[in-house]
């Protein structure tokens, strides 16, 4: 059974920085493109990044280009996300995903919030 868990949320104040983790299960994780979501309050959930099984390689939303960046560790079977400059418009839940066998799926969530 596919299996991913988020982990890294907090409260923090703005122009700081967080490291966000997703441990996965239940695949071959080597073999996957993994990716970062996030949905703020009355919002829809967004793509934030996403990083490639074939050659790790890597793509950002404009609103987190510089500031964000993605990782795996196929050896930990986990994906990173390191969030630098932190702003108040980056509070939200973040979502890790993987698309198998045609059926997308979420880890439970991690809470982000950025004070002034």
């Known amino acids: 059974e596919v299996h991913l868990v988020e982990s890294g949320g907090g409260l923090v104040q703005a122009g700081t920085f967080l490291r966000l983790s997703c441990a996965a299960s239940?695949?071959?994780?080597?073999?996957?493109?993994i990716g970062w979501f996030r949905q703020a309050p009355g919002k829809e959930r967004e793509g934030v990044s996403c990083?490639?099984?074939?050659?790790?390689?890597?793509d950002y939303a404009d609103s987190v280009k510089g500031r964000f960046t993605i990782s795996r560790d196929n050896a930990k079977n986990t994906v990173y996300l390191q969030m630098n400059s932190l702003k108040p418009e980056d509070t939200a839940v973040y979502y890790c995903?993987?698309?198998?066998?045609?059926?997308?799926?979420w880890g439970q969530g991690t809470q982000v919030t950025v004070s002034t």
């Open positions: 990083i490639r099984s074939f050659d790790g390689s890597t």
């Open positions: 995903n993987v698309r198998v066998s045609w059926r997308n799926y």
């Open positions: 239940g695949f071959t994780f080597d073999d996957y493109d």
